[in-house]
């Protein structure tokens, strides 16, 4: 199974740029899909953005135009570059995969609904203020 580390969290005023980023250790090699996931305090996990092992990528309508998501499958990490930042953006931020029981392409739009992955990260914090 693959263990996910997220890091570069932090804090920003409205408008500003941050960017997070995922290593992803032990079996990597059967995952299909990685994501973007985050969870303000009271509210329900959602879908950020999505990244297929092909390719095509799946965004929230909230954060389309706004926040890119990239992987290099060599350096095994998952990216998310997030610009004009929203204080409704502040959330921890998880990263998680699917990792089937074989290696396969992936080719479509991947999902944005947390029970499509069986991986997760500890997640990291961010914030930004008005």
């Known amino acids: 199974q693959v263990q996910l580390v997220e890091s570069g969290g932090g804090s920003v005023q409205a408008g500003g740029s941050l960017s997070v980023s995922c290593a992803a250790s032990?079996?990597?090699?059967?995952?299909?899909?990685m994501a973007w996931f985050r969870q303000a305090p009271g509210k329900e996990r959602e879908g950020v953005a999505a990244i297929a092992n092909t390719g095509p990528t799946t965004y929230a309508d909230s954060v389309k135009g706004r926040f890119t998501i990239s992987q290099d499958s060599a350096k095994k990490r998952l990216y998310l570059q997030m610009n004009s930042l929203k204080p409704e953006d502040t959330a921890m931020y998880y990263c998680a995969a699917y990792q089937g029981r074989l290696f396969a392409d992936y080719s479509r739009p991947p999902p944005l609904t947390p029970p499509a992955y069986n991986s997760w990260g500890q997640g990291t914090q961010v914030t930004v203020s008005s």
């Open positions: 032990g079996s990597t090699g059967r995952t299909y899909f």
